[in-house]
C-alpha cells in the first residue's frame, strides 16, 4: 500500500529500459512513423529491383503459398498477455500516495483502446485484494444516481475504478452523474482511489468537467524493443519448442523465441511505428500477419528443409494487414456513429439510439454494413471499432476534425 504524506514519485531513471513503464500522461512518447515510411519505400525498392533470392537466402514465399494460422495456433503463439507483470512499475510510480494530507485523492490512469491500462487495474486490484468499483447501470446514470457509488465506511479504505466510460452517456441526462462523481472523488468523499479511463473517454471529459491533469499515468508506448522482447516471451510462454519468426517477402529471420539478440527487425520497427506503441494493437498486426506453409505428406516429410527440424518451427510472417476502406460515400452520419463508438470505448444496441440523433433501424443498418467491411465488429454485446480498422478511422475523423485522443496527438 503506499505510504502516507508523501506524493506521487516519478519514474525512476532505472525503469526507462524496462519491459513494462508506467508514466505521466505528457511524457507518453511514440514511436515516429517516419520510420515506418523509410521501411515502406525501402521494401518498394527492393521488390522493384529484385529479381531472384540470393543464393544461400531463406526461399521467398508467396502469400498465395502460405495460409493463415487456425486462432487456437496463433493464440498459443501470443498470448495471453500477463497484465499482472505492469504491477511492480505501477506501484514503483505511485509509491508514496497515499490520498491524503493535501494530495490529490485519486489517480488517474489513462489509455487508448487495446492497451490493457484497464486490465492491469483489474490486475492490481485483485493483487492489493482492494474493492474493484463496478460501473454503474444505464438507469443510475440516467438517474443521477450516486447509490452505486456510497462513501466508504472507512475514508482510508483503497479503492480502484477501471473503466471511467462506462459512467456517463453523451445524452441531455447522461453526464451529470459523471459530473457529481468525480467531484466528490477529487473532494476526497470516498476516499483515496485510482480511476482508469479510456483515452477517448478522457478527451471528451475535458469538456464535460474540468478534471484535472495532475496526476495523470499512462503505460509507455511499446517501441520495436519493447515490442520484441513481448513477442519472445509469448512465443516461450506455453511452448518448450522453439520457434522462428521469418519475413515471407524475403526469407529474413524477423525473431527467435529463444535469441537474447537486441538486434531489431525492419518489421517490428513498423509495427511498432504504425500502433503508436499502442500493444494490443501491435498484437492485433503481428497475428494477423502469420502464416504457414500447407501440411505436406509424410513421404515428403524429408523435402520440407528446416521448417521444422527437430523442435524448431518456422512461422511465416505475411504482409501487414492495411485498415479496411471506409465506403466511397461516407457521410456525417457514419463519421458520428464511429465518434461516438470511440467516446463510450463501445456501445450496446440499445444504447447507440440514446445517443445518436437517428432511428433504431438506421443505426443498425449503418452497423451491418461496417461490420461487412470489418470496420466495426461487436464483442460481448457491445459495438466497437474493429482493431486493425483502428488507424483508417482515426485518420477519417482527424480529416473532418473531430475530437481525438491525447495519443492521436
Known sequence: MPKKNESVSKPDGSKLHALWEVVALDAFSAPKSSS?????KWDALKRLFQRSTTVGESPFKP??????LPHEFVEHLTGPVDW????SAFAATINGWSGTAGEPAVVFMVGPPWSGHAKVLHAWAAALNVPCIKPPTTQDILRNNLDWMAPSPERSQFWIMPELERCYLRHAEGLEMVRSFLEQAMRGIYGPGII???SWAWAYLQYVWPVPCSNVLTLQA?????LTRLLRQLSI???SSRYCFKNASNGKTVLCSDDASTEINATVHQIAA???????????????ALRSEPEVPDEEESKKGADSSGDEHIVWLGRLPTSPVLPDECNEEIALLLHTLLLHNGLEEELLHKVLPMPHLHIMALLLRLLELRIVEQVAGRWHIAPLAYSGVCTYLRARNYLLDHFQG
Open 222 to 226: 511499446f517501441d520495436a524493443s519493447r
Open 274 to 288: 504504425r500502433c503508436c506503441g499502442n500493444v494490443g494493437l501491435a498484437l492485433s498486426y503481428w497475428r494477423a
Open 237 to 239: 510462454a506455453r511452448s
Open 84 to 87: 499482472s507483470a505492469p504491477l
Open 36 to 40: 515506418e515510411q523509410i521501411v515502406r
Open 63 to 68: 502469400e498465395s503459398e502460405l495460409q493463415q
Open 196 to 198: 482508469g479511463c479510456d
